[in-house]
């Protein structure tokens, strides 16, 4: 099975640099989410390594093999790198039925007609879209088309399955199902998975790591829980997390090995971290994530009541302290009145300090209030 | 009313393809249906309302056999009859002189119409994802309108087609009281005021061989006109917004702002050099493949700018090659435009005169023939043929829609 390689990839456009020097290797197996904002040139690397987009400088190798290369002059055709690719809006041909989607690809490929029924039926039965054999794509609803969509990409068994997008047309609760499938048929497949989105969510719950990019470069490339807990810099603390990580700005003094002095909220706390850092300038930004801003009565911090956003299972509490509003999340159906005071705490050791100019992380650790 | 359906055809892809979104917008917002005509979608359409009207006017300027037919009895002279006359009566010198007079007024145009709607591009853009189409109300107006339109249409349609065949019928011209087939069926030469007419229309070996003739020319027009218009089409929309993209469209537009009989005209000069070529089919081939690759070229390129990428990306993926990809899965979907690609400069070839008046000659081409008996002013053969022209153009037109499903009208602005 495959692994893939991109070696110092550069995409330009004229004078834009959609990608800029990038290094990802991506292992056998895995389910790579590319996430960032639009236009930070994801769907242009995914489209890259699928080879409907050709790199201006770099490498990349699949499965050992040379694909592109701009040195060497090398540029496989997409056709032949034996790839799947899932299209934003499916893509599928208005003017077949949902079976001659399906088997388009196996007849490209000259398998034999009896094979190629074998497989378009398996697959639909995967699906389980067997019902619309003969209809067409516009006589199948949103769903219903993406998972023929599905089925056409995984007929032929592509190594590597690439997807842009593929959820974002479809409603909340389908894309829910339809997460719930991708990674079953992660599973089930054994294939490679590169998915690009622009959802943290959906990054989050389906990948086995992700690639967080902005602007054409990568930011961090880790398992969905680090890029979570241990954000490399403020871009992706704030990215990724919903509600969206507290990032106040505040003030820091070294006071001892792996500790130091804050001053936040106009009062002072002491951060201590597990091992050593540096502090290259007394201007830092704290992030803390809404669960560990724990609302009660016996809180040590003060501040009032902006706004309640309960949402059923889960209620967003939004506290003005000084001039800065942050967001604390609790579990349940919680209604406080506005402008009421209540007191909460820092809590957890995964409180996260920033370098306030260059945005990048220095330690993390926990904050006590002195 | 000769352009008319030209018109339609043009401004309906264009109102087709406007989002009823940005009417139902207005809508929403109070504004009345007058207002909403008045205020959004005219503006939004003006560009390709003004660029039709431009190029209709620019065509009709260089028209020939409407005007011949029509206006060269009561001495309406247009630049084009004059043109011809001019080189009738061998003043080729100042032929050339209004060849280019012809063209500077289609250059001109060219240049108006790109300042008008060039600057407006982004609106000309507006492309319809939105699929509901709300009709008006217009209640009892809506009768009144179709019954104007169908009188409109039975008036200047069907009428000419009926007088077609009755004066062709016709033993004394005009005379409908005594009607005869002679003019269609005689075996025996036909005399008419003591000239010599030839054989009766369906044993007439002349004319049959005219008919082969502007069939065999309009096949092959169509044929290496539609192909390439499907294959401009591709090269358009595959590198859209690029310069060489807007450079090869426009380039395929040029012939069609030079005036028709220019353009015959020009084509003279050249073969006028090279006598080789002198007033063979090849020449009739490529004069007319050049005249209509502009329309095949236009409706291909809408047709695939409307097809993602995507489509075609997604047949790449799973290896198929580039013809495949063509065959199988870009000329099926718009299979209406494309075949309209081809039916239109075959429909427009076999009725072209002004295009090859000055290079056919009189017995290659049925319209050239129709020219001839016109001018010999033998109405009833005249007519006779004029029916046998529409009818072999409804024909096809028949046939062709029946074996693909495709028809011209809805080619041009998409489904």
Redesign the interface.
């Known amino acids: 099975m495959p692994e893939i390689i991109l070696r110092n990839i550069t995409k330009r456009w004229n004078d834009f640099v959609a990608v800029k020097d990038l290094c990802l290797t991506i292992e056998d197996g895995a389910f790579v989410t590319l996430l960032g904002p639009s236009g930070c040139g994801k769907t242009t690397t995914l489209r890259m390594i699928?080879g409907?987009e050709a790199p201006t400088t770099g490498d990349i190798l699949i499965d050992g093999v040379m694909v592109f290369s701009s040195e060497k002059g090398i540029n496989i055709?997409?056709?032949?790198r034996d790839?799947?690719?899932l299209?934003?809006?499916y893509?599928?041909?208005?003017?077949m039925t949902v079976y001659q989607n399906i088997a388009?690809?196996l007849e490209?490929?000259k398998w034999d007609k009896p094979a190629i029924k074998g497989r378009v039926q398996e697959m639909m039965e995967t699906m389980k879209i067997t019902q619309f054999v003969n209809r067409y794509p516009s006589e199948l609803s949103g769903g219903q088309q993406q998972r023929v969509a599905i089925a056409?990409?995984l007929a032929?068994k592509p190594k590597v399955l690439f997807m842009d997008e593929p959820l974002s047309n479809l409603d909340a609760k389908l894309r829910g199902e339809m997460r719930t499938e991708l990674k079953r048929l992660h599973v089930d497949t054994g294939s490679t998975f590169v998915y690009v989105t622009h959802d943290q969510l959906e990054a989050m719950t389906l990948a086995t790591r992700i690639c967080l990019m902005n602007e054409g470069v990568i930011q961090q490339y880790d398992p969905p829980l680090t890029v979570y807990e241990q954000p490399v810099n403020v871009f992706v603390a704030d990215f990724v997390g919903n509600p969206t990580m507290n990032i106040v700005s505040g003030r820091a003094s070294k006071s001892a090995n792996a500790k130091a002095e804050l001053q936040i909220f106009g009062q002072r706390f002491e951060f201590s971290s597990a091992s050593d850092f540096d502090l290259p300038s007394t201007d830092v930004s704290i992030g803390i994530r809404p669960e560990f801003l724990p609302i009660s009565d016996s809180g040590r911090i003060r501040g009032l009541i902006y706004s309640t956003l309960p949402a059923g299972m889960e209620t967003t509490v939004k506290i003005k302290i000084g001039d800065a509003i942050l967001s604390s999340v609790m579990f349940g159906s919680v209604d406080y009145k506005v402008d009421s005071e209540i007191r909460f705490d820092i809590f957890g050791n995964k409180i996260l300090l920033f370098d306030k100019e260059s945005g990048r992380n220095l330690a993390f650790g926990s904050v006590r209030i002195i | 009313m000769h352009y008319a359906p030209f018109a339609y055809i043009l401004m309906g892809g264009v109102l087709r393809n406007m989002d009823a979104n940005l009417e139902e917008a207005a809508t929403i917002l109070k504004a009345d249906r007058l207002r909403i005509i008045w205020k959004v979608t005219l503006p939004i359409v003006l560009p390709s309302m003004i660029s039709t009207v431009l190029l209709v006017f620019s065509s009709s300027m260089a028209s020939f056999s409407v005007p011949n037919f029509i206006g060269s009895p009561g001495n309406f002279f247009v630049l084009s009859t004059m043109l011809k006359s001019l080189y009738t009566s061998s003043f080729s010198g100042q032929a050339f002189v209004m060849t280019l007079v012809l063209i500077l007024f289609g250059i001109g145009f060219l240049l108006l119409n790109h300042l008008v709607v060039g600057k407006r591009k982004s609106f000309t853009t507006v492309t319809g994802k939105s699929g509901q189409v709300s009709y008006i109300r217009m209640g009892k107006i809506n009768i009144f309108i179709s019954v104007v339109l169908i009188l409109f249409l039975v008036l200047f349609a069907i009428m000419p087609l009926v007088s077609f065949a009755l004066e062709s019928l016709c033993l004394v011209q005009g005379d409908y009281s005594k009607l005869t087939f002679r003019y269609w069926i005689s075996h025996e030469e036909i005399t008419d005021l003591s000239r010599s007419v030839g054989k009766g229309l369906l044993f007439n070996l002349r004319l049959w061989g005219a008919l082969w003739g502007s069939v065999k020319l309009s096949v092959v027009v169509a044929l290496i006109v539609g192909t390439s218009g499907f294959l401009i089409g591709y090269g358009v929309a595959r590198k859209r917004g690029s310069k060489i993209a807007d450079a090869v469209s426009n380039f395929a537009f040029f012939p069609y702002l030079i005036p028709t009989m220019a353009f015959g005209s020009i084509w003279l000069a050249v073969t006028s050099r090279i006598p080789l070529l002198r007033g063979t089919f090849l020449i009739l081939v490529i004069v007319g493949a050049i005249k209509y690759l502009p329309f095949a070229s236009r409706s291909g390129t809408s047709a695939m700018m409307q097809l993602s990428g995507e489509i075609e990306e997604a047949a790449v993926i799973v290896g198929a090659p580039w013809f495949t990809r063509m065959t199988r899965i870009l000329f099926p979907i718009q299979k209406s435009s494309f075949i309209s690609g081809y039916l239109l400069p075959f429909v427009s070839c076999m009725r072209e005169l002004s295009l090859f008046v000055l290079l056919a000659d009189k017995d290659s081409l049925v319209t050239m023939l129709l020219s001839f008996y016109d001018e010999a002013n033998i109405s009833q053969m005249s007519n006779g043929v004029n029916l046998l022209i529409i009818i072999v153009v409804l024909l096809v037109n028949f046939v062709v829609n029946k074996l693909t499903g495709a028809s011209i009208d809805k080619g041009i602005g998409g489904n």
Do not use: E, I
Request: hydrophobic letters at 50%; aromatic letters at 16%.
């Open positions: 699928a409907l055709s997409a056709a032949k790839v799947g690719f299209f934003q809006n893509a599928l041909w208005p003017h388009f690809g490209t490929l056409r990409t032929p």
